[in-house]
Every structure is written in structure tokens, then in C-alpha cells.
């Protein structure tokens, strides 16, 4: 053999040795390609399974919810049947009712031993931000004013300096006289439908001074912000410039960020009208509005709060009301019922002044803020989502509060379409829309 021939076998040789490993390389990428198909099959595989076990388990919750609903129903039924569906009570349920009030009149302690109802829930201070259309301000019917006692303010318009003017003819206001009573055509609230979430309240007549409707209306509570309302009352008492200013201190908004409570934020230094801080311990239901008006009116929380029972006695509450502090913050000492709430409402809403607050929707104030550098504008989110909802009539004045003792509670003054005004007081309620729409339910239900 030729070296020629050697050369062209041992290239032949060669090609074949490259072709036997391109061989081999075509094997080992097809078995690559294959094990990764199987690896992308297996995760597919454990995707389809897991998604199937969240189906499973929202299934699963689905029907957990239904089942504990279900249970709540049955148990509200029963309930239901329990305090007789919201029919007019027997003669000895009217007299068992009667005697608890006059037992209360008399100095008892209503239920004093009973441990308030515990909630878990967040604060319901101050509400949220969302947009909601201008409205009117405080409505144009108003009830008749009492007497004026010294430094109550009794013009349209506050004005510097403004004190009503006296009668001198009267040596003393005349005393508060609003004693509502349970009759034969008293009800329970009412359990058809949606029914009422609220652990205690009452609905008032106000012109009959009859107990409407009630649930455990003498049971101790804690009244929470409610309390802001015999703060207003006694403040627009005992002063006389509207246009009068205080500084709030630093102190002030301490107490208030310490103690968690909600606030209409007057940052300290400010200078803030008397006016200012009355809309802004009821509208935001602001605590450092509520103790600015106390250290202006007695020059001390404390000092103030012996005023506010002092009123508690003259509006013949002392016997079942006690109040500790001017901004509702829990205290074991600090009680009241809804009952006493109501007779708080009533004679805050037969002070003008009071009454406009209270009734106001929003209300522009000259402090400026960071957020609002013209001035904070202060807004009173229960009447401004009520007011769109069928409550046969309008509601006037509200005051809302919250504490986990008590729940989100509410004490609100409406009138019906003939001009009639009712008196609502509720706590105990699971939110604060849950509230709302227990004012509402009540007002459908009783008034005409």
C-alpha cells in the first residue's frame, strides 16, 4: 500500500471517530432535553396539585363561614323569641321595667355588677379621608332655648363678648325637667330583618317624654366620646367671648398622642378661638379641643370634671352617672346608662349654642395646618353618612363614640316629618357603620 493510500484510510479512520461523537454528543443532548421536559412535567404536575389544594381550602373556609352564620342566625332567632320579637310587653314586664327606673331614682345601682361588654376593635377616631359632597350646615329647626344661665350663648351669630341677654325678672334658670318614662306601648327593638347590633340603647319621644323602644337602657356603661357632649354643655355654660383665644401647650397634645385618643389638630402654639375648640371637640371628636375648653373654663382637667358632675347632679343623673376625665377615656369610675345619655343630649340640644355645634356637618376654622394650610376643616362623619339613608325624617345632632369596653356607640337627635324629635342612644354596636345603621333601623322603625 502507497503511503497515499496509508493517508486516505487513517482520514477516513478519523471521520469516522468524529461522526461516531457527534453521535454520541446527539445522545446526551436528546437525554438532557428529555430530563428537563421531565423536570418542567413534574412542576407542572405539583402547580396543578397545589392549586387545587387552595381551592380546596378557600372551599373549605367558604363553608365555615356559612356554617358560623348560619349558627349567629339561629342564635339571634332565639334571641328573638326570647325578648318576645319586639311585641308590646306584658303588665309584669312593664312593671319589672318601671321599678328598675324608679329603683335608680331612688339611689340603686342598676346592674352595677355587671361587668361591661369586651369588644376587640380598632379605634373608630377620626374617621377616614373620602370625598363627600358639600351639605348644609346645621339644621333650621331648632327647639326653643331654655332660660339663658350666665355666659350661655344665645344668638344666631356668636360674636365677641356675646353673653344672651338675662332676664332680670328670673333670680334662677329654671330647673331641667325631661323625665321619660316606659308605658304600655313600649317596645324592644326591633329582630326582623337586619335587627339591631347594639348591646344597649333607647329611642326617646321627645314631646311625650315615653320611652319608645329599648334594650337594657339602665345597664352601667361607658359612655367613651359621648362624654364630649356634657363637656360642650358645661363649657358653653361658663363662657362668655366666643372670640375669646387659647394657646394650646404642649401638655395637651401629649395627654392626647399618650392616651390614643383622637384629635382635631391644633398643633401646640396655636392660637384657637373658644368657637374653634368646641366644633373641634365635637365634630372630630378632638380630645385636645375637649381639654383646652377645660383648662380655659376651671384651669384644670380636674377642676372641670367637678363641674361636669355638679351638672350630672342638676340634670338628677348622680345617682347612676359619673364622669372622671372630659374626653371619655376608660375608667372603672367613669360610667353612665343610655338612658343618662339621652338626658345629657336633651339638655345639651336645648342650649343653642350646644345645639349648633351639634348639628353642624362641617365647619371651617382659621388654624392652619401642615395638611391644610388655610385652615383645618372640621367634619362630623356620622351625620355626613346618615344623611343620606331613609330615617323617616332628619337626623339633627349626633355625637359618636368608641372604646373597647363599650364598642362603637352613638347618641343622636332626630326629627320626623311632622316635626316631631326623638332621642336615640346606642352602644355596644361591632363598627362603626354597624352604629349607624342602628340609628337608622330605629328611626325606620318607630318614627312615622
Not at 327 to 346: N, P, Q, R, S
Not at 396 to 416: E, I, P, Y
Amino acid at each position: 500500500m502507497s503511503s497515499r493510500d496509508e493517508i486516505d484510510a487513517i482520514e477516513e479512520i478519523e471521520e469516522m471517530d468524529e461522526m461516531e461523537e457527534l453521535e454520541g454528543m446527539d445522545a446526551l443532548e436528546r437525554q438532557r432535553i428529555q430530563r428537563r421536559r421531565e423536570h418542567m412535567a413534574a412542576m407542572r404536575r405539583q402547580k396543578r396539585r397545589q392549586e387545587l389544594l387552595r381551592s380546596w381550602a378557600l372551599l373549605i373556609m367558604a363553608g365555615l363561614v356559612v356554617l358560623v352564620l348560619c349558627v349567629w342566625g339561629v342564635v339571634r332567632l332565639a334571641a328573638g323569641h326570647s325578648r318576645e320579637g319586639g311585641e308590646t310587653p306584658d303588665s309584669e314586664t312593664l312593671e319589672s321595667f318601671q321599678a328598675e327606673r324608679d329603683s335608680v331614682e331612688n339611689g340603686g345601682q342598676y346592674a352595677a355588677g355587671k361587668e361591661p361588654p369586651q369588644f376587640s376593635l380598632t379605634p373608630e377616631e377620626p374617621g377616614p379621608e373620602e370625598t363627600v359632597p358639600e351639605t348644609p350646615g346645621p339644621g333650621d329647626t331648632l327647639a326653643a332655648p331654655e332660660e339663658p344661665v350666665p355666659g350661655e350663648m344665645t344668638g344666631e351669630e356668636p360674636t365677641a363678648g356675646g353673653t344672651g341677654e338675662e332676664d332680670s325678672s328670673q333670680g334662677e334658670p329654671e330647673p331641667f325637667t325631661f323625665n321619660p318614662r316606659a308605658t304600655e306601648r313600649t317596645l324592644s327593638f326591633p329582630e326582623e330583618g337586619r335587627g339591631v347590633y347594639s348591646t344597649n340603647g333607647v329611642l326617646i319621644d321627645v314631646e311625650a317624654e315615653e320611652i319608645v323602644a329599648s334594650r337594657d337602657p339602665f345597664q352601667r356603661i361607658n359612655p367613651a366620646s359621648m362624654t364630649k357632649v356634657l363637656t360642650l354643655l358645661v363649657a358653653a355654660e361658663h363662657v362668655s367671648d366666643l372670640q375669646d383665644t387659647f394657646t394650646m401647650t404642649i401638655e395637651i397634645t401629649d395627654y392626647s398622642y399618650q392616651h390614643g385618643c383622637s384629635i382635631a389638630g391644633y398643633g401646640v402654639g396655636k392660637s384657637v378661638t373658644i368657637e374653634e375648640l368646641m366644633y373641634g371637640t365635637i365634630l372630630p371628636s378632638g380630645a385636645d379641643a375637649a381639654l383646652a375648653l377645660a383648662e380655659y373654663v376651671a384651669g384644670s382637667q380636674e377642676a372641670f370634671v367637678e363641674l361636669m358632675n355638679q351638672k350630672l347632679e342638676e340634670l338628677g343623673l348622680s345617682d347612676t352617672a359619673h364622669f372622671t376625665n372630659c374626653v371619655g377615656l376608660y375608667d372603672e369610675e367613669h360610667y353612665c346608662t343610655v338612658y343618662d345619655m339621652a338626658i345629657i343630649l336633651k339638655a345639651a340640644s336645648d342650649n343653642e349654642l350646644c345645639r349648633r355645634v351639634l348639628s353642624a356637618r362641617t365647619f371651617a376654622t382659621s388654624v392652619p395646618s401642615e395638611d391644610q394650610p388655610e385652615g383645618i376643616l372640621l367634619s362630623n362623619w356620622f351625620l355626613r353618612r346618615i344623611e343620606d339613608k331613609d330615617t323617616h325624617g332628619e337626623v339633627l345632632c349626633a355625637k359618636t363614640g368608641f372604646v373597647n369596653q363599650s364598642g362603637s356607640c352613638a347618641a343622636s337627635l332626630a326629627v320626623d316629618h311632622a316635626g316631631r324629635e326623638y332621642i336615640c342612644v346606642t352602644t355596644g354596636s361591632i363598627s362603626n357603620w354597624a352604629c349607624i345603621y342602628d340609628h337608622v333601623e330605629l328611626y325606620q322603625a318607630f318614627l312615622e
